[in-house]
């Protein structure tokens, strides 16, 4: 059996790549503060939307036709 010679692979670069920029303290900081800010708009969107539901759902049983649940102690604090 006879095998054929092998023949190197030769693999030429044309350029280096280019060169990337320092990352400063101030870009990390920025960073970071900007993550925080998307976090803390997420938690207040879904408080409020958490809020309102709150506020639907116990004015929905306030108004139903059976009346407030019959468990809930009233103060009676009304103004006439």
Same mark, same amino acid.
């Not at 044309?14 to 320092?22: G, I, L, R, Y």
């Not at 925080?36 to 879904?46: C, D, K, M, P």
């Given at each position: 059996?006879?095998?054929?010679?092998?023949?190197?692979?030769?693999?030429?670069?044309?350029?280096?790549?280019?060169?990337?920029?320092?990352?400063?303290?101030? *870009?990390?900081?920025?960073?970071?503060?900007?993550?925080? &800010?998307?976090?803390? &708009?997420?938690?207040?969107?879904?408080?409020?939307?958490?809020? $309102? $539901?709150?506020?639907?759902?116990?004015?929905?049983?306030?108004?139903?036709? *059976?009346?407030?649940?019959?468990?809930?102690?009233?103060?009676?604090?009304?103004? *006439?």
């Amino acid at each position: 059996m006879l095998q054929e010679p092998l023949s190197p692979i030769i693999v030429e670069v044309a350029s280096a790549p280019p060169a990337t920029e320092a990352i400063t303290v101030v *870009d990390v900081l920025m960073g970071a503060l900007g993550f925080i &800010g998307a976090i803390a &708009g997420v938690a207040v969107a879904l408080a409020v939307l958490l809020a $309102g $539901g709150l506020i639907v759902l116990r004015h929905r049983r306030a108004s139903s036709p *059976d009346g407030p649940e019959s468990s809930a102690t009233s103060l009676g604090l009304y103004s *006439d």
